[in-house]
């Protein structure tokens, strides 16, 4: 099996097409955070199979990676990109950092699930923007959507606009139809078929 960790640095992942990007980060995705067992999840839902995002949001390849991906997922009137903690954190991190090697602004926002509780007591951590402005939302793995959708009611509440949430791996159990009854706008790089079939011929 490829160990993604070992066959691709820094400079090599900076470099490579968009195509084999892909590939790579799929691999990682299925190197260890795609499982396969009897599991619960956060909202409380059984299931044969368990994605831990973290394990490819805090990897340093896996961060390169989805940055570039998503980067190229954001429109260029964006100015800032935020998600709820913990998933999203190292993500608006890796995008934003990957945005300004590229010469381009973006800043990140990290939401909390509960107001800070002193000092300004607020939802939203990180440079505070003009009203009106556009930011996309960063999600590890969308399963029902409510936490996405969470923190598109916080950026709405402080005066921005949200044009889009966009998501590593979507498990197609209701974040995508949840979105489109709100009027947002989603993309995920990846459908819990494509973990699934990469995963298969891995382990074959």
Known sequence: MTDVSSQYNGPDLAQMEAADLRLALLDLICQGAYQEGDFVLTSGQRSTYYINGKLVTLHPQGALMLGRLMLEQVGPEV??????????????????????????????????????????????????????????????????????????????????????????????QGGAELYAEQGIAFTALFNLPDVQAHWANRNA
Request: glycine share 12%; proline share 3%; hydrophobic share 45%.
């Open 79 to 172: 100015i800032g990109v935020a998600g709820l903690t913990l998933g999203a954190d190292p993500m608006v991190s890796a995008v934003s950092l990957v945005a300004m090697y590229g010469g381009r602004q973006l800043f990140p926002l990290i939401i909390r699930k509960e107001a800070k509780g002193h000092g300004t007591k607020a939802y939203i951590e990180g440079v505070s923007l003009p009203a009106g402005s556009v930011i996309t939302v960063l999600e590890d793995v969308v399963t029902t959507g409510q936490s996405a959708l969470k923190a598109v009611e916080r950026l709405q509440a402080a005066g921005y606009q949200v044009d889009q949430i966009l998501a590593l791996v979507d498990r197609q």
